[in-house]
């Protein structure tokens, strides 16, 4: 009988790189699904997107000091199929070109600072736009891009001090799109006490934070 060889599936430290990045790519998958479905159940879904990025007042968003009508459009635009390939020039799609959402960074950065507005109506547009944001499909871009305009600390204090349970829902969902998007973000959100602040959520939406640490195995 001839023998059969075991096939050379690599050392330890490679076979669990490989399995930890398969499983990520597989919750990656459940999130896109999730999302895309998000987007279609939207009664305000909106097809001539491009038409809307251009027309988007980007300069009053930029100075308004409570734009909530502005906000609302950005919404709009995020629930939007393939608005991704508009986040900005990306490899991922060469042929997109323009026009873009976030192509000027000081957009991503007024987003997370409008968080510090008290307004609850702004509040749960801004957060519903991150957590969208927070799903493109890009992995790391833009977790990173949120991450370095300090979205982490202000979230952990709205978690823990905002009343506004959709507010807090939106921003869990954020956290679970970034965990979701690759390990050292992920590992980011462990280390920095995020965990601990969407425990203290549990009672108000257990549904949301049990998918929440679900993404961090």
């Known amino acids: 009988m001839k023998k059969v060889e075991k096939p050379n599936l690599g050392d ?3 076979i669990t790189e490989r399995h930890v990045k398969e ?3 597989s919750k990656k998958e459940s ?3 999730y999302m895309e479905k998000r987007r279609k159940d939207a009664s305000s879904q909106i097809t001539n997107y491009v038409q809307l990025i251009q027309d988007f007042p980007f300069n009053e968003f930029l100075n308004h000091p409570c734009p909530i009508h502005i906000v609302k459009k950005l919404v709009d635009v995020l629930k939007t199929d393939k608005v991704e390939e508009h986040f ?6 060469p042929e997109v070109k323009g026009p873009y959402l976030f192509k000027n960074p000081e957009i991503i950065k007024r987003l997370i600072h409008l968080l510090k507005n008290p307004n609850t109506e702004l509040l749960r547009y801004i957060s519903h736009c991150l957590l969208l944001i927070a799903a493109h499909e890009e992995t790391y871009t833009w977790s990173f891009m949120l991450i370095k ?5 202000i979230t952990y204090h709205l978690l823990t001090n905002c009343p506004d349970v959709l507010v807090r829902e939106n921003l869990i969902w954020t956290l679970t799109n970034m965990c979701l998007d690759n390990s050292n973000t992920r590992n980011a959100i ?4 995020g965990v601990e602040c969407v425990q203290k959520n549990f009672e108000d939406n257990v ?3 049990c998918y929440f640490f679900k993404g961090l195995f």
């Open 207 to 209: 549904s949301v934070v």
């Open 149 to 153: 305009n300090d979205l982490l600390p």
């Open 88 to 93: 900005a020039p990306s490899e991922l799609y």
């Open 31 to 33: 999130r896109k699904e």
């Open 23 to 25: 499983r990520l790519q």
């Open 12 to 14: 330890s430290k490679e």
């Open 190 to 193: 462990i280390n920095t006490g």
